[in-house]
């Protein structure tokens, strides 16, 4: 992954096969990418680089990150929990995301249409980073896959790796599995997923 911030902006993020060539997601938003940057910026946000993105912050907290995909590219909020979304723009990018956190692009000129909103936002935001306010914490119930739970009770060694994970990390494994519709497709995975599991690692750490 790229750590210096211009690599995103003219490379990409590193993440995949697909850094620094033409079919990079970021070549394809590159004027939004850049309308969303100035914006960020403007706002007395500081400029960083978290997971291979931009991420911006105030008060030493993240506040926002920006990503690109395919299909469009994103603003998404931190603690999205506290966000009011008054003008209702926000959605959520997963089916396992509690709140609504991201503004979605699907075309560059977006984000210029939008600047009014876009700051305000940012403006909500850096209000809750400054003032130190977090949400709530809610703990989700996580539904454990069967073949999971199956392979933790034949596998001792297995067991005792998985159960010194962070909660975060074993919730990681269950959200992974219970994506795929196909018993034997778990069972796979959960074979590829031991050495990391092993190693004390989440399911999308490398």
């Known amino acids: ?4 911030i211009e690599e995103y902006f003219s490379k990409g993020c590193g993440r995949c096969e697909r850094f620094a060539t033409p079919d ?4 394809r938003w590159l004027n939004g990418l850049a309308d969303l940057r100035r914006i960020c910026t ?15 912050m105030s008060a030493g907290r993240n506040v926002a990150i920006i990503g690109a995909h395919r299909g469009d590219f ?8 506290l966000m009011t ?7 959520k990018q ?3 995301t509690q709140h609504p956190d991201m503004i979605r692009f699907t075309d560059d000129t977006q984000v210029a249409d939008m600047a009014a909103t876009i700051r305000s936002y940012l403006q909500e935001a850096i209000g809750y980073a400054e003032a130190g306010i977090k949400p709530a914490k809610q703990d989700a119930e996580i539904e454990w896959p069967e073949e999971l739970l199956k392979a933790l009770d034949g596998d001792p060694e297995l067991a005792e790796a998985f159960h010194a994970l962070t909660p975060g990390r074993q919730k990681s494994y269950a959200i992974n599995l219970n994506s795929a519709k196909k018993p034997e497709t778990r069972i796979s995975r959960i074979a590829k997923f031991r050495p990391k599991i092993m190693t004390g690692k989440g399911a999308l750490e490398r």
């Open 1 to 4: 992954m790229i750590s210096d």
């Open 85 to 91: 979304d008054p003008d209702g723009v926000l959605e």
């Open 94 to 96: 997963g089916k396992n």
């Open 42 to 56: 403007a706002s007395g946000l500081v400029e960083t680089v978290k997971w291979g993105h931009p991420c911006y």
């Open 74 to 81: 994103r603003l998404c909020f931190f603690n999205a929990a």
């Open 24 to 27: 990079c997601s970021t070549r």
